[in-house]
């Protein structure tokens, strides 16, 4: 799935700070201060980011 540009529940636009996330817990960052630093400090939003599963490679035929 492409991850969602805004959160579920708050409307908070959660969609932009995905890949850097990604990019700072792959070099061996806290997921937490990570979530901290982007700005994202509800559970609801943070819930986004960490529960998405990348799957367009998977279901893409172009990949």
């Known amino acids: 799935m492409i991850i969602p540009v805004r959160c579920f529940t708050c409307g908070k636009v959660v969609g932009s700070a995905y890949n850097e996330y990604v990019k700072r817990t792959s070099v ?11 700005g994202l400090e509800r559970y609801c939003c943070r819930r986004m ?12 035929p172009l990949g």
């Open 28 to 38: 061996g960052e806290e997921p937490q201060k990570v979530l901290d630093d982007l």
């Open 49 to 60: 980011i960490i529960s998405h599963a990348n799957l367009i490679d998977e279901i893409s």
